[in-house]
């Protein structure tokens, strides 16, 4: 079967007459308005920080009311992580919205691994995504995975805490971090600025990887997104009221000397999170998440269960790109050769053994018949000694008995003569 | 791509179980999720595999031409294949900004050989072989499929010859191989050669036929507003009779795409003259996407349960807890291993016994000779001892022999000097 991959250069400008498949993206837009979409986000940091402000200035809803109260308003001891679901439509779109708060972090006097549950939180829902994944029968289940984790920095402005740091440097393999700083209106604009810039400093020391917002292919938006890029981290407010200013009504948080506005850019960068994380780059935040962040959690997991449940991290570069079934495949394949070969070798072992003991057998036989055959031979050889003998014998035996015949005879017949002389008067 | 299919399982409507509802006081923005999802889409450009299926000479190259406006390679196929082989050929096409990577795979000697049994397999085979590969990446420890370029069939068009009578055996036997594998678009091929009429009554046939022979023909799907109606109506039209061509004949003072004939030109846009521009419509500008999907969610699920069952993966109970890959991966390889471990084992008691046997066979063997060995041994005993009593008596004869022989002799003696002592004394009285 030939195959080739052939660039029509014709075909890289227009394509003479219509086709139509420039109606994908159409087909794509309609089916994914149908499907609905769906996004977790997280939030970390100390209480106190406006968390749950900010998810409600960024969502302009009120996540947490009433009915509904928020983490913030109830005493944790330990760290929690908790999840709320809602369900926003806008422009025919729909958006399930899962956010997970993580009440208690950071509030003990000894923080040592309050990062573990969030840790935990991250990694089974990765779970549950790769089992689900991983079944036979692949059910209908939805995309829990945590997209994206805004963490919240203590406006100090000093620089990041070691918690901050520690935080970070554990989760940004797991999970998009974008840090922010909170309650940014405690800061003047320079203090911000030195700020955000001690910030970063430290976090490329350290070595910490944060979510890049990355260029989306449209030259406008690209010069947007540097300019962005250079704001990181993000200096945010939050409010659940809205206040008129200048007969306008705003969101906004009203001080003696005037009021703070949340959507004012030169207040803060509030316009800017909202616009990054929810307009422009939410769909890559769960294209990273899948195929980065998962990506990882997979082949760990997958990596250490093919090596007998131990964590081998050794893994050959073969196995790894080669799927378990595959594995188990080529495994089954070697152990048969294996066995043929030992088959082989212990059909031949015992090939060889039976030739030796029937070769055993047969020169025992030999040897036996040989000594049987000579003593035969003996026998008869001595027998025929023996008849020799007997015949000798009876040859002497009739010599001697007609010699001794012959012998009575002339002795018969000498007495007969003697007799015979006697008679005759011959005795004086 | 892929990563739109990543959540796969999200195709479903996400209802959000256990969300509730929450009005929003202002515009928020994420209604612009469609089109973030869109942008990284045409971005990474789409891919569309196209699998022709057909007897030599039904223009299925001619037909893939027409369809994307322009003259992919091949040389048309002799009737004398010894086999039906597939060839397929991808093409890197633009539309506006919509890039498309397409892959069209004919089947060649489809139709021609005498016993055509076995020819839907080389067809199967290759469907299969595609979402073998899509598994194995799937499955793979350190996998990459969002950059994964998928090979699966997304639409098989079935040209089904225009006798204007019924299927033949081959379509039927073909059709039914391939329903469960992939989404089957029958036509109508060279239908200039068929009448109104004719048509009419070929396409009700065709589908009765098709019907009650539980062939899962592609059905355009009605379940979105937007597309429903266009769909079921075009539903209603299947099978489609085109007619396909890249020649231009003027018509009015327009070059269309035609067939001239002495009677009359044949315009494969004109939706008079046959379905060319629904197929068109159906195929590509309306539900390409909804055939990739389907593809994806239906057909290579449906291979991929089966492959893994006959692994023997199951899952565990849905009821209780979930099933964990990880388990199934472990317990697999330890049965695995046992099973082998098992099989060594049996071999070697396998051995063990013929050793045994063969040992006793020998020992046996043994035995016997020196039974008979032993029963000679005893004959010659016993020839032996004939021979000593033999010798025995013959010595006593000796010596019995010897004794009279001595004592005659010894008489004879004993007389000869008596006689000679007389003789002696006679000849001594004769003297005097």
Not at chain 1, 40 to 45: D, K
Not at chain 1, 360 to 389: F, I, P, V
Not at chain 1, 399 to 404: G, I
Request: proline content about 3%; overall charge neutral; aromatic content about 8%.
């Amino acid at each position: 079967m030939s195959s080739g991959v052939r660039s029509m250069v014709s075909m890289m400008t227009n394509l003479e007459g219509y086709v139509g498949f420039a109606n994908l993206p159409n087909q794509v837009y309609r089916k994914s308005v149908k499907r609905g979409f769906e996004f977790t986000l997280m939030v970390v940091g100390e209480s106190g920080l406006g968390k749950s402000t900010l998810i409600n200035s960024l969502f302009l809803t009120d996540l947490y009311s009433k009915d509904y109260p928020g983490p913030s308003l109830r005493i944790k001891k330990t760290v929690q992580v908790e999840q709320s679901k809602v369900l926003v439509k806008e422009g025919g779109v729909q958006l399930t919205l899962t956010i997970v708060d993580t009440p208690g972090f950071g509030d003990a006097v000894d923080n040592s691994n309050c990062w573990q549950p969030v840790i935990n939180y991250i990694d089974s829902k990765c779970e549950d995504f790769l089992n689900a994944e991983s079944r036979v029968n692949r059910r209908l289940m939805p995309d829990n995975r945590v997209h994206c984790c805004l963490y919240f920095i203590a406006p100090s402005g000093h620089g990041l805490k070691p918690l901050d740091i520690e935080f970070m440097k554990r989760l940004h393999d797991k999970v998009n971090v974008i840090p922010l700083i909170a309650k940014a209106d405690t800061l003047t604009p320079e203090e911000c600025q030195l700020f955000k810039k001690q910030i970063m400093k430290e976090i490329q020391e350290h070595k910490i990887q944060i979510y890049e917002f990355p260029d989306i292919e449209d030259d406008e938006d690209s010069k947007l997104i540097r300019k962005i890029k250079e704001r990181m981290p993000l200096a945010v407010v939050g409010s659940n009221v809205v206040i008129e200013v200048n007969g306008k009504k705003v969101r906004g948080r009203q001080y003696p000397w005037g009021v703070a506005e949340v959507e004012n850019g030169e207040h803060c960068d509030f316009t800017v999170l909202r616009n990054m994380l929810i307009r422009t780059h939410m769909q890559d935040l769960k294209d990273v998440t899948n195929n980065v962040h998962y990506e990882n959690y997979r082949s760990r997991k997958l990596a250490a269960v093919t090596c007998n449940g131990g964590v081998d991290t050794s893994k050959t570069k073969n196995q790894m790109t080669r799927s378990p079934l595959a594995q188990m495949e080529e495994e089954r394949r070697e152990h048969v050769m294996k066995m043929k070969k030992m088959e082989t070798e212990m059909e031949q072992v015992f090939e060889m053994k039976v030739k030796e003991k029937k070769q055993k057998l047969k020169d025992s036989e030999a040897e036996l018949e040989r000594r049987h055959e000579q003593m035969k031979k003996n026998l008869e050889a001595q027998y025929k000694e023996l008849e020799e003998k007997k015949r000798h014998h009876e040859e002497e035996k009739s010599n001697w008995e007609a010699q001794q015949r012959i012998l009575e005879q002339q002795k018969l017949d000498a007495s007969k003569t003697m007799e015979k002389n006697k008679k005759k008067g011959k005795i004086f | 791509m892929p990563s739109f299919y990543c959540a796969w399982f999200v195709f479903n409507t996400c209802t959000g179980e256990g969300a509730r509802a929450v009005p929003l006081a202002g515009h928020v923005g994420f209604d612009s999720m469609p089109d973030q999802l869109v942008n990284k889409s045409v971005n990474h450009g789409f891919c569309f595999n196209i699998l022709c299926v057909g007897e030599t000479g039904l223009g299925k190259s001619t037909l893939m031409d027409t369809l994307f406006n322009t003259k992919f390679e091949g040389e048309p196929t002799q009737h004398n294949q010894p086999g039906v082989q597939l060839k397929s050929n991808t093409y890197e096409l633009q539309e506006s900004n919509v890039r498309l990577k397409l892959t069209v795979v004919n089947t060649v000697g489809f139709g021609d050989q005498i016993n055509k049994e076995d020819s839907y397999k080389s067809i199967v085979e290759f469907i299969d072989t595609q979402f073998e590969a899509y598994l194995q990446e799937e499955l793979k420890i350190k996998r990459t499929l969002h950059s994964y370029h998928d090979t699966r069939i997304h639409a098989c068009l079935y040209f089904i010859a225009p006798t204007g009578h019924s299927l033949k055996s081959l379509d039927l036997v073909t059709m039914k191989k391939l329903d469960s594998k992939v989404n089957i678009i029958p036509i109508i091929a060279k239908s200039d050669a068929i009448s109104k009429s004719e048509l009419t009554k070929f396409k009700i046939k065709i589908t009765s036929e098709l019907v009650s022979n539980g062939v899962q023909i592609y059905q355009f799907p009605t379940d979105d507003e937007t597309v429903a109606e266009i769909n079921s109506t075009m539903n209603g039209h299947l099978p489609f009779a085109v007619v396909g061509s890249t020649e231009e004949v003027k018509i009015g003072n327009k070059m269309v795409k035609a067939r001239q004939y002495p009677w009359g030109t044949v315009q494969v846009e004109n939706e008079n003259h046959c379905d060319f521009v629904k197929l068109r419509e159906m195929l590509i500008r309306v539900n390409m996407e909804d055939l990739r999907e389907q593809t994806h969610t239906r057909h290579y699920e449906l291979y991929r349960r089966c492959k893994l069952e006959e692994m023997g993966f199951k899952d565990t109970d849905p009821d209780c807890k979930p099933f964990s890959l990880q388990e199934t991966y472990e317990a697999k390889r330890n049965e695995f291993m046992g099973d082998l471990q098992k099989k060594e084992e049996e071999m070697r008691q396998m051995f063990v016994q013929r050793v045994k046997e063969k040992e006793a066979e020998l020992k046996e063997a043994e035995k016997e000779l020196h039974e008979k060995f032993d029963r000679l041994k005893k004959l010659h005993q016993d020839e032996k001892k004939k021979l000593e009593d033999k010798k025995k008596s013959l010595d006593d004869e000796l010596n019995g022999f010897k004794q009279k022989k001595t004592a005659a002799e010894l008489l004879q003696s004993q007389a000869q000097q008596a006689g000679g002592s007389t003789t002696l004394k006679r000849d001594k009285e004769r003297k005097k």
